[in-house]
T-cell receptor
């Protein structure tokens, strides 16, 4: 069975600073990886996904993530954050052979961008 | 519809009562999922439908929880004899086919008092 660990429960950062939200996973088979964002009082929205191919994945709102198979990591990065990026971010993994919608989620990282 | 629709958006119920939560997936999506999000935690998988059948019910926390899907479309999650620990946001998602993106609804916030 797969598992996901988001290493930081809360990340405070100043506006225009870079940010990295860390995610490690565990699985005995190949995986698909996702990052979702949940803005206050809203549903989950897909930021980006890794299915295959290039290990550097670019998503919406200037976010990107890099799949590192040897380190079983999928860290999310943004070079310059905005106040509007304040939200809860979830890393998720699903295994090859299962539907990508059935994912195991991390506990989330709260990103707070301060002016 | 344009997105996954869930109803009601909020539900307050008394302990011991039964509740039904509804999910309308995106038209044409064959797969449908239910997750539960407790306060300050990640998403907990409950059940997955492919068409009208549920090949994976492993996440249902107890026999008080059941779900069905009809016509390959609408799904209902039923919680019988609700308990306070059932209080959470229940999220529904759908996807077009295997290994494609899941789209989430806004969720139903269930409060058991």
């Amino acid at each position: 069975a797969q598992s996901v660990t988001q290493l930081d429960s809360q990340v405070p950062v100043f506006e225009e600073a870079p940010v990295e939200l860390r995610c490690n996973y565990s699985s005995s088979v190949s995986v698909y990886l996702f990052w979702y964002v949940q803005y206050p009082n809203q549903g989950l929205q897909l930021l980006l996904k890794y299915l295959s191919g290039s290990t550097l994945v670019k998503g919406i709102n200037g976010f990107e993530a890099e799949f590192n198979k040897s380190q079983t990591s999928f860290h999310l990065r943004k070079p310059s954050v905005h106040i509007s990026d304040t939200a809860e971010y979830f890393c998720a993994v699903s295994e090859f052979g299962t539907n990508a919608g059935k994912s195991t989620f991390g506990d989330g990282t709260t990103l707070t961008v301060k002016p | 519809g344009a997105g996954v629709s869930q109803s009601p958006s909020n539900k307050v119920t008394e302990k011991g009562k039964d509740v039904e939560l509804r999910c309308d997936p995106i038209s044409g999506h064959t797969a449908l999922y239910w997750y539960r999000q407790s306060l300050g935690q990640g998403l907990e998988f409950l059940i997955y439908f492919q068409g009208n059948s549920a090949p994976d019910k492993s996440g249902l926390p107890s026999d008080r929880f059941s779900a069905e899907r009809t016509g390959g479309s609408v799904s209902t999650l039923t919680i019988q004899r609700t308990q306070q620990e059932d209080s959470a946001v229940y999220l529904c998602a759908s996807s077009l086919q295997e290994n494609t993106e899941a789209f989430f609804g806004q969720g139903t916030r269930l409060t058991v008092v």
